[in-house]
């Protein structure tokens, strides 16, 4: 288990592009000429001063698309924080301990299953008050079920292993356990897992902002699409406005979910 | 000579590539039982499944399995299935997997009949009912319509010997019957093995007193290689290498005498050299050198300790240094 | 087997009913007064200052002036005779828009998931059995990247090129107007065409993963060798070992997909101006129009949770572990 991953092609390019972009949402402030929100011309096609020009208010759209990472990234990560914690955790308690623990965990699980995410996630969004915190929620809310189910089968296999039972026996603390033996066994799948979760959390944010239910205060890529598509430039051909968010976007998802697929594949393989 | 099996060497091409069997030579008489014996890993039930071609993609075997006269290791996929089952079948361990769950045993047992001798699926699994009896499975019908899960290690044990003969085979292939298994089960597979009496079986397993009870010569194997090889009264009586002799020292009847240490893994092993001499009691310099495989008093061995002696010969082109 | 299915049906309707309560208590659980949602930020604060009269009718009309519990009763009795009141856009009732606009959600998601279904099962089996050949070579790259377009992203790209571009198909709506009898067939096939070509390529690319991961594990298994042992022509071996074990998993999920039929295509409905459930339920969102998008959610949770219903059936029919002992995960 003190092996590496070690990551063929696939996963480092996933790596690559998501350094990428890690580092224009880290430097945002410096790589982008004009701050977004300010508003310049409207409708000015590509030019020098504005690379990928500016859309219906005037404003920069490559600013835009800078800062549009920081957004997206932010809440793709925060969202598969929440997602691959509460599932972590909750498999830990319902496949360690088991018991009446083991049967609400699994119930609420099996009722989470139960609800249509997106309507769930769409309705959600209407009844918070906007912003990136809400997004996260409302995103967050059923899609931690998959990883909660498969931690809790890959624990209860664990478990059942000599030396922690051995442990289990000498009364060494469940604490120690989980976090001696438990969670550095399944600290792969909770990595592969929480990068397909970013990839599903950015596909959602990039969705919803898609559709105009996402945070507007700060565009994300998704927001940018939006107006891009309601503004009518697929029509009038200004593909500097609308190709951008596409190309970040699939690239982005691509990225992590490359880390998530071959990185795990390698994993299986020996 | 029913089966002759010659220089048998596997390697996993995956990773390091490991050596999994070395040159592994030894042959079954019509009706005779010979076991493999050694401790898990040692690369014995590898060799059986190199023998049947059930090893995956990325294994690589040398050497030759005569069946018959026919080579096993180079032949086709249309040919294998021809005799595959028919003539000589495998029977995997019963507290495995090797059962389908979604069919029902009597279906499975009575498959290679469907398959090879054409009969239609009702005679074939009152035949399965027949001889699933014949080894106390259980009387009535319906023990044959359940599923795997229902049987216990040793039922499905039983049921797997039986369809291993169905479709009447000269040749079983086992792999380690009795593992999972106790006292009183391992009993029952024990006769269950005895009334074998027309067809030849190749037995892989790990336990001593299972292999004396139904073997006419043993061949033990640690780390890959073939130690020692003879008939089963001569090495339990009579061991000659120092591993045969601890690990028969080691059975509780005879005071569980262990010797120290542990079988290593795979890739800790020096390129070359006797396997056990890490753990052997007479180890000494030679020991660096992989040693020949020797025939002395009717055994053959591989030890440098028997290199000399009266009576020493090199046994048939086994000892080729690697 | 009768009573493993019984207590599957009584696990379904336990989360129904947890499902309609919780929709009901999101309402009220929300910070704040419930009628901000109802009117919006700006209009409630508006009308709290300027017009309180109205704010108080309004909470007398939606009956938000009851105590909770009695809330809940009206809530649970309009649910049982499916009496969602009137739309507040358009003022008609809300179950007969709302299933008016399902059929037109169905045209697109039924053939998707028998399509797709099949589709991606057929070719999972294929690269599944050969695992690391051509075919699997190539097709799991090229169905992995469908799988992680965002599918606003994918819509996009087919408009541009495919509608925009080269005009081949209509870029919005369902039918084009003034047309009658069978054009107004060919019509509709034509704005479905792209829609359905996308929904249907996610659909494949999904079960693809599915079924290729479920024969690749089955065929490792300890009794697919037992098989090959017999002399089985590998032909046999794939159908009669390894599909029908793998079948479990994929019949499982082919069920569960069954209840995504109406919520799945909520994006691409959208985009290509199909007005279906997804877009219905986009629009009650937008619109604040509480009543349809509530009877939405119920209507899809419910489809999902039949789903799974069946999926658990068809899954004894198939696995006699689960049939005669309702072990799970076995």
Not at chain 2, 136 to 150: K, L, M, N, W
Not at chain 3, 7 to 32: C, E, N, R, Y
Request: overall charge neutral; aromatic content about 10%.
């Amino acid at each position: 288990m003190h092996k590496k991953i070690r990551l063929n092609a696939a996963a480092t390019a996933g790596l690559l592009i998501i350094l990428f972009f890690l580092i224009i949402a880290v430097f945002a402030p410096v790589i982008a000429p004009y701050d977004p929100k300010e508003m310049i011309a409207s409708y000015l096609p590509p030019s020098k001063e504005h690379i990928l020009g500016t859309n219906d208010v005037g404003q920069d759209i490559f600013s835009e698309m800078v800062y549009g990472t920081r957004v997206s990234l932010y809440i793709g990560i925060f969202a598969a924080f929440i997602v691959t914690g509460v599932g972590t955790v909750l498999a830990l308690v319902s496949g360690y301990f088991g018991g009446l623990a083991d049967k609400i965990i699994t119930a609420i699980t099996n009722i989470a299953m139960a609800v249509p995410s997106l309507p769930l996630t769409v309705l959600l969004i209407a009844y918070l008050n906007p912003g990136k915190w809400s997004l996260i929620i409302a995103i967050s809310i059923t899609a931690w079920t998959g990883t909660a189910r498969i931690l809790r089968a890959r624990v209860m296999q664990l478990k059942e292993l000599p030396f922690i039972k051995i442990e289990k026996t000498m009364g060494v603390h469940p604490a120690v356990i989980l976090f001696k033996h438990i969670l550095p066994n399944i600290k792969d799948i909770i990595l592969t897992r929480g990068a397909m979760a970013i990839s599903g959390a950015m596909m959602t944010e990039a969705g919803l902002s898609f559709l105009g239910l996402g945070e507007f205060g700060e565009k994300s890529w998704g927001s940018v699409l939006h107006y891009a598509f309601f503004r009518n430039s697929i029509m009038k051909k200004q593909y500097w406005w609308y190709v951008p968010p596409i190309v970040c976007i699939c690239v982005c998802v691509l990225g992590f979910m490359l880390i998530g697929y071959y990185g795990k594949i390698k994993k299986g393989g020996e | 000579m029913l089966l002759d099996v010659k220089n048998v060497s596997v390697r996993f091409a995956s990773g390091h590539g490991v050596q999994a069997v070395e040159n592994v030579s030894l042959t079954v008489n019509k009706k005779e039982k010979v076991c493999i014996v050694g401790e898990t890993g040692s690369g014995k039930s590898i060799l059986l499944l190199a023998i049947l071609h059930l090893l995956p993609e990325n294994a690589i075997v040398t050497g030759e399995a005569f069946f018959e006269g026919e080579d096993m290791i180079r032949m086709k996929r249309r040919q294998l299935d021809k005799i595959r089952g028919t003539r000589i079948s495998y029977v995997p361990q019963g507290s495995g997997n090797g059962l389908n769950p979604l069919l029902t045993v009597g279906f499975q047992v009575a498959e290679p009949m469907i398959e090879h001798q054409k009969i239609g699926k009702k005679e074939a699994i009152a035949e399965a009912v027949k001889l699933m009896k014949r080894f106390h499975i259980g009387d009535e019908e319906e023990v044959a319509a359940q599923y795997p899960f229902t049987y216990s290690g040793g039922m499905k044990q039983r049921a797997m010997i039986a369809m291993g003969i169905i479709a009447g085979a000269d040749m079983i292939l086992a792999d380690e019957p009795t593992k999972g298994l106790d006292e009183e089960r391992i009993e029952m597979v024990v006769d269950a093995f005895h009334s074998l009496k027309d067809q030849a079986v190749l037995c892989v397993t790990h336990d001593l007193n299972f292999a004396r009870e139904i073997s006419d010569s043993i061949s033990v194997m640690y780390a890959s290689n073939q130690v020692e090889y003879a008939s089963a009264k001569e090495l339990l009586e009579h061991p000659l290498h120092p591993y045969t002799q601890d690990m028969i020292a080691a059975m509780p009847e005879n005071g569980l005498h262990f010797s120290e240490g542990f079988a290593m893994a795979h890739e800790d092993y020096a390129e070359g050299g006797c396997k056990y001499a890490p753990r052997c009691r007479f180890c000494k310099e030679k020991c660096k050198e992989t040693p020949p495989m020797l025939e002395v008093e009717g055994h053959q061995v591989r030890c440098w300790l028997y290199t000399g002696k009266e009576g020493e010969r090199h046994a048939s082109d086994n000892g080729k240094a690697l | 087997m009768t009573r493993h299915i019984a207590q599957k049906i009584a696990t379904a309707f336990v989360t129904i009913f947890v499902i309609i309560t919780i929709s009901f208590f999101l309402v009220h659980i929300m910070p704040g007064d419930p009628v901000i949602h109802l009117v919006g930020q700006e209009e409630y604060y508006y009308l709290l200052d300027n017009d309180p009269e109205t704010l108080n009718k309004l909470i007398a009309r939606y009956g938000l002036d009851d105590s909770l519990p009695v809330q809940y009763g009206k809530y649970l009795k309009n649910i049982v005779t499916m009496d969602f009141g009137p739309s507040y856009t358009n003022q008609k009732p809300v179950v007969s828009n709302v299933l008016k606009a399902c059929k037109w959600t169905l045209f697109l998601s039924i053939p998707t998931w028998i399509i797709g279904g099949l589709l991606g099962a057929l070719l999972g089996v294929i690269a599944g059995w050969k695992p690391g050949k051509l075919f699997d070579k190539i097709m799991t790259p090229i169905l992995l990247i469908v799988n992680t377009i965002p599918s606003n992203c994918f819509c996009l790209i087919l408009l541009i090129f495919l509608a925009y571009r080269m005009k081949l198909f209509p870029i919005n709506g369902m039918v084009s107007p003034g047309v009658e009898g069978m054009a107004r067939v060919q019509s509709i096939l034509q704005h479905m065409f792209l829609p359905l070509i996308i929904m249907i390529l996610y659909r494949t690319s999904g079960d693809f993963m599915l079924m290729k991961s479920a024969v690749s594990q089955v065929r490792s298994e300890e009794y697919i060798m037992t098989a090959e042992s017999k002399g089985l022509p590998s032909r046999k071996v794939l159908f009669r070992h390894v599909m029908k074990n793998a079948m479990v998993p994929y019949a499982t999920s082919f069920c569960m997909q069954f209840g995504g039929i109406l919520s799945g295509s909520m994006i691409i409905e959208v985009v290509f101006g199909w007005k279906g459930m997804g877009t219905i339920l986009y629009n009650a969102v937008s619109n604040r129009d509480f009543p349809t998008a509530q009877f939405c959610f119920l209507l899809s949770a419910a489809l999902v949770v039949f789903a799974n219903l069946i999926s658990d059936i068809v899954n004894a029919a198939i696995d006699p572990r689960i049939r005669e002992e309702g072990i799970q995960d076995a």
